[in-house]
């Protein structure tokens, strides 16, 4: 049971396609950065091919993450990324984030999709009784987002990670429980229609 946690199977919506994240994934990584403001609240910003190439490492590296590109089903081009973390099977829990997409591809139903693949795998097929967030406190776009997918507000955690800066983020974390999932699912079948 542990071993599938940590696998990436390729998760199929209508409208994206979560692949798991290889160098293969790096040009189309560095072309979905779009706009340097993505990467604001982030510890590792995208700014061309090398950074994207050391993103995937460091992804691929750590073994607490499995990560994926997220993939444009009308157009096959890649528009951002995102990853299960902090992945705890004797817990029955994990985290989901480092999650940015495209300036192009946000407002669609790309990256609601993804996290209701990821959530429905989760809870359904991992049987987790747990899915956090965690985000810069600062950070009202992603906080706003967290929300709306039906995870609750749980506090603050103080100097909780250290900012590319050298500041010491708080963090927001936010988190779902298997309780909350049937609800969440409804809703967020919903939302991407």
């Avoid at 810069?136 to 997918?149: G, H, M, P, V």
Wanted: a neutral charge; aromatic letters at 8%.
């Amino acid at each position: 049971m542990n071993e599938s946690w940590y696998s990436a199977p390729v998760l199929d919506g209508r409208r994206v396609r979560l692949e798991p994240l290889v160098a293969a994934h790096a040009a189309g990584l560095a072309d979905a950065a779009d706009d340097p403001e993505l990467f604001r609240w982030t510890s590792a910003p995208i700014a061309g091919l090398e950074d994207a190439e050391a993103f995937i490492r460091a992804a691929s590296a750590d073994p607490h993450r499995t990560a994926f590109a997220q993939v444009d089903v009308a157009t096959g081009t890649v528009v951002g990324t995102t990853s299960y973390y902090d992945i705890r099977p004797a817990h029955r829990c994990l985290a989901i984030g480092y999650t940015w997409i495209s300036r192009a591809a946000q407002g669609t139903a790309i990256n609601p999709e993804a996290k209701y693949l990821l959530m429905r795998r989760a809870f359904e097929e991992l049987g987790a009784v747990r899915v956090e967030w965690h985000t810069d406190e600062r950070n009202a776009q992603s906080r706003a987002a967290i929300a709306k997918l039906g995870a609750q507000f749980e506090g603050l955690l103080r100097k909780h990670r250290r900012r590319r800066d050298g500041s010491w983020r708080t963090t927001a974390l936010f988190a779902m429980t298997d309780d909350d999932w049937p609800a969440a699912r409804t809703g967020l079948e919903h939302r991407i229609g």
